[in-house]
């Protein structure tokens, strides 16, 4: 079985080593542009149930064909194969992640886990992901990718002061809010996997691990003190994928559903088979809500910014009662010790009333509640003396934000300015694509990736830097073994002036050197229109990027082949947006919709709210070079419009598994 997309419309890459779309190209829908690239799944001997075809997408990473016995799908039946899969790392693709999902898994969740315990895997290996359970076997790039970026940002010079604040989050369990979540993808389709929301709400994650992440040393005991639940200021998600819906899809999730503990959420995917690497950077501090509301001036963004700072105030009250209560503990060490009293507790909490009761008006999902003698934990006050000059330095800061939009009045519901919010954020936000990557990459000037200090350590102004040469350090241990030229294209016709080594061409694909010769070559028979790159001239790949692209004034060869390789597993949705304009809110009405990055024009105009064509302030004049614009996600699973049952069983066949024992 295999899903199929079709591929991205509106991408063009401008020469250099990272790119971005043009935003005037949109080539016709010919059948030479319709090449076809599916997310392969080895399925079990059951076609999937309705509780998991929708979700496919978004479960399983997109592999290409030779990976595609690395994405397994198995029924509560044939859970005694387990053991067996779990066992055969010579059968899987060594550059792609194993994913195994079991198909209502959940019912016999306690006996998976005995499996994975047997075989030497740990409990919380094993994913619950609605009826189903899921799990997951990292490749070394996977853990890479996450660890990778957070320890060049906590090991650069700018970081060295804050250092001891910061706490590694590791892969512990967070509660994630999923009333949002479902609110958020029930407002744009295309990003949900279901029409139904009563399921969609049962597949989404109410506990949910990040691959890494960063948490202030005093967040565990001071949101026990007050009755929530921790979750890390810096949550970090990495992928294996040729596309990365599956990791935007992840990324939405910590955005949405942590939106008021999260300071930034990061993804990064490596994609080996286009020499790719894509980082999404989603900033959520309450200084980009204030200062991305200060920049939409206009009365046309009214209900945009009254929404960011209706959120800011929110998120400034938790950091307010939080480290008020912080300060008032390292003020008075003696409160630190064994030696509390109940007395102890009252006096905090008539100091932190006023506080209390504004955070738990603006944010009542937290369950924030006054202290409670069974509940206050030691603080260690050694380890966090030394920032008792930031942390009031913080608290002024805070303090500052909630009295200057002390008139934003509660416009809407908590949660549905939570859903807005992110709604925004996620519209600006610029996702980054490097490549193609190599032991020789080669970094554009300027291209760095920033990380909140908030974000890592909780305090202080300012960002990390991952500079230019950490950055080329970092991405270059993604690169793929198999070279770029070595790759096979497919095109039709390919005449035999685009060939600049008949005779090497002829040896390697075991074709009569005769056969070559201008008067017996024969452009649709000779070759089945594959070829590797290597054998394809400049001049020829030049002219498929203009005839199949539209693409003119490609200088480099490598940047090319690496266009090429790219358009082959770009998906889309070429289906119109949903024209519900009695439906949409202020911000979307103001916005549009954020899936295509608008100023990037990734969907065909054709199909963009009428908004996408205002100019303003979200469409800057300068955009950098080395980002790009994300994939869409489809709202359909794997089967098509026409396909009389829900579950294709067309496409749910001779697709190879590994070998039975």
Not at 171 to 180: D, N, R
Not at 364 to 386: D, G
Not at 451 to 472: S, W
Not at 492 to 497: G, N, V
Request: aromatic share 10%; net charge neutral.
């Amino acid at each position: 079985m295999h899903l199929q997309n079709l591929p991205l419309h509106g991408e063009q890459l401008y020469e250099g080593i990272l790119g971005m779309p043009d935003p005037s190209f949109d080539r016709p829908d010919t059948e030479s542009s319709l090449d076809r690239d599916p997310l392969f799944v080895s399925p079990s001997n059951q076609e999937p149930s309705d509780n998991i075809a929708p979700y496919l997408n978004v479960v399983f990473p997109n592999v290409p064909e030779r990976a595609k016995q690395n994405n397994i799908l198995l029924t509560t039946k044939e859970v005694h194969h387990l053991k067996y899969y779990l066992t055969q790392f010579d059968c899987y693709c060594p550059q792609y992640d194993v994913t195994i999902v079991v198909d209502g898994g959940g019912l016999i969740e306690k006996e998976i886990q005995s499996i994975m315990i047997e075989l030497g895997f740990e409990k919380r290996d094993v994913w619950r992901v609605g009826e189903s359970c899921t799990i997951l076997l990292n490749r070394f790039t996977h853990e890479y990718a996450a660890n990778g970026l957070i320890d060049d940002a906590t090991d650069s010079n700018k970081f060295g002061y804050w250092k001891r604040m910061a706490l590694p989050w590791g892969k512990t369990l967070t509660e994630i809010k999923a009333g949002p979540i479902c609110d958020f993808f029930g407002r744009f389709p295309l990003w949900a996997q279901s029409q139904f929301p009563e399921k969609f709400r049962k597949m989404v994650y109410k506990e949910k691990r990040p691959d890494a992440g960063s948490v202030p040393a005093y967040t565990p005991r001071i949101c026990k003190a007050l009755g929530m639940t921790p979750a890390p200021t810096l949550a970090i998600e990495s992928e294996t994928s040729d596309d990365f819906r599956k990791l935007f899809h992840d990324c939405i999730i910590w955005v949405v559903g942590a939106l008021l503990q999260v300071n930034a959420v990061i993804g990064v995917n490596n994609s080996p088979d286009t020499y790719s690497v894509d980082i999404l950077n989603f900033d959520l501090t309450v200084e980009r809500m204030v200062g991305l509301a200060r920049k939409l001036e206009g009365e046309q963004y009214s209900s945009t910014r009254d929404v960011l700072y209706q959120v800011a105030k929110m998120k400034a009250s938790i950091h307010v009662l939080q480290l008020k209560l912080l300060d008032y503990l390292l003020s008075h060490p003696e409160l630190c010790e064994d030696t509390v009293t109940q007395q102890d507790i009252e006096k905090i909490n008539r100091y932190l009333q006023g506080d209390i009761v504004l955070a738990r008006l603006l944010c009542p999902s937290l369950n924030i509640r006054p202290l409670e003698l069974s509940r206050f934990t030691e603080i260690n006050v050694v380890k966090l003396q030394p920032f008792l000059n930031d942390i009031k330095a913080e608290l002024a800061y805070y303090k500052k934000v909630v009295n200057e939009i002390d008139d934003c009045k509660i416009q809407m519901h908590p949660q549905e300015a939570v859903v807005q919010s992110a709604h925004i954020l996620v519209f600006h936000a610029l996702p980054l694509t490097f490549g193609p990557i190599s032991k020789k990459f080669i970094l554009p000037q300027g291209a760095k990736v920033e990380i909140p200090i908030r974000a890592l350590a909780g305090i202080g102004k300012g960002h990390v830097e991952i500079g230019p040469n950490d950055l080329r350090n970092y991405l270059s241990e993604f690169s793929p073994k198999r070279k770029m030229e070595q790759q096979i294209y497919k095109y039709t016709p390919i005449p035999l002036e685009w060939i600049n080594d008949p005779i090497g061409l002829a040896a390697d694909r075991g074709i009569a050197v005769d056969n070559m010769s201008p008067t017996k070559y024969n452009s649709k028979e000779t070759l089945d229109g594959e070829i590797k790159f290597r054998y394809l001239t400049d001049n020829a790949l030049k002219q498929i990027l203009s005839k199949r692209h539209g693409i003119e004034g490609i200088t480099s060869r490598e940047y090319a082949i690496w266009m090429l390789i790219r358009s082959r597993t770009q998906n889309a949705i070429k289906k119109p947006l949903l024209k519900d304009v009695e439906g949409q809110s202020n911000v979307q009405r103001e916005l549009g919709y954020p899936w295509h990055w608008a100023e990037y024009g990734r969907v065909p105009n054709r199909s963009l709210p009428s908004s996408f064509h205002r100019k303003g302030p979200m469409y800057p004049a300068n955009r950098g070079i080395h980002t790009t614009a994300l994939p869409l996600l489809p709202r359909r699973g794997f089967y098509p419009k026409w396909c009389p049952r829900r579950v294709c069983g067309t496409f749910w066949t001779t697709i190879g598994r590994l070998p039975r024992h």
